[in-house]
């Protein structure tokens, strides 16, 4: 949770891929699941590749939209 935090606070994400049946149910008990969030620990590596183009598509889309935001037309 630590890393987590740690890449969070830089603006970065963690993205999981291939979990085995084990681990994968122990961060669902811990509630590390919650903290990476669901979406970012995913079955495949292709589903993993897919979130990473989802989470650029936002951070992208969220980066103009502040750039925007600070200029002024004249």
């Known amino acids: ?11 970065h994400s ?5 979990p085995r049946e084990q681990p994968a149910e122990m961060m669902r008990r811990s509630d590390f699941e919650q903290h990476v969030g669901a979406r970012n620990i ?19 889309t969220t ?5 925007s935001a600070g200029s002024v037309s004249a």
Do not use: M, N, P, W
Not at 14 to 18: D, E, N, P, R, S
């Open 1 to 11: 949770e630590d890393l987590v935090d740690e890449l969070h606070a830089k603006g």
């Open 14 to 18: 963690l993205i999981l891929a291939g």
């Open 42 to 60: 995913c079955h495949t590596f292709e589903e993993a590749i897919q979130r990473a183009h989802e989470i650029h598509a936002e951070y992208t």
């Open 63 to 67: 980066e103009h939209s502040q750039k």
